[in-house]
């Protein structure tokens, strides 16, 4: 397997438009899901992506899978350009990347059995076939919790968290390098969700994957991840060590969003908590998307975009924010 120098996936000035349609002979100007997204994740690297609902955190999984090709920007990886690869290596390079989605029930086909449907993707990539896919299959349910046995089983037999399970082992089923989970685990009870977390977790650690961790969960991803990703409207506002980020936030909007977690809280750092809704992502503020409910917003803010940029006095980190020096941890 090559393992170019670099990070395992990467995307570069990332941005996604969708056109809706606004009558007849008209089309309604298009919401930017993405605008101008720099990401990098590094092998065997766990990386959470937070924000508001809506700011973009699935079309970036999406489109750092290519399940979705970007309006604008390049996505590596292993450091190969996706979009300039011949069908077959696309195919090759997409076994390597898998998605767990975050409806259980909605995910796998409620005719077939578990067993071929993690079976799939073995066969697609010509990994296994007849008794070698099957005692694969038993490894894997094995892998993820469940009784191998269950492989003949249909989808309705099994609780939402042993569907997840089953997500995941089907996800694992082409021996993946890298796995985008999108919020793996909202749409299951309380008391099963970090059952499924420590599961992802001790596969992340024992399979040495690289994971894009999509949660408004942010003590699943305090836990989980070793990097934070923070976006609004489309845009990176924080990123740097998942460590450093819930010690320290600095943006004032990761301030505002750890302070509507109460218990993510640090003296001294949080900010107030979010005031008012989040502007139409198809008509959003000019400069700083997040300036309308900034409580440090300057003038300054509307007239031009800031770029993200390392912060000052913290090179790991990087910050979208005109007053980034003022804000430094
Ligand atoms: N297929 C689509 N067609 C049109 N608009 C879309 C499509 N997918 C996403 N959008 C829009 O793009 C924006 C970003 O959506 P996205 O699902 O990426 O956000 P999100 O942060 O994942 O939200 P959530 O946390 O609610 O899942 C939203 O305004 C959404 O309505």
Redesign the pocket.
Known sequence: MSAAPGPLVRGEGLT?A???RGGLFHRGAP????RGVDIAVNRGEAVG?V????????????VLLRL?PPTGGRVLFDGEDLAQQPAAHLRALRRRMQMVF?DPFGSLDPRRTVGAQIADGMQIHGLAHGSGARDAVAALLKQVGLDPDHARRLPHEFSGGQRQRIAVARALSTRPDFIVA??PVSALDVSIQAQVVNLLADLRAELGLALLF?S?DLHVVRHLCDRVVV?YL?RVMEEGPARDIFRAPAHPYTRALLAATPSLRHRGTAGAPLAGEVPS??NPPSGCVFRTRCTMAQPACAEAVPPIEPMPGAADRRIACLRAAELSP
């Open positions: 996604r969708f056109h809706r919401v930017m899901a993405l992506v924000g508001e609902s809506g700011c973009g955190k699935s079309t970036l999984g999406r979705m975050q999108d919020e999509i408004h976006m489309g992502i198809a």
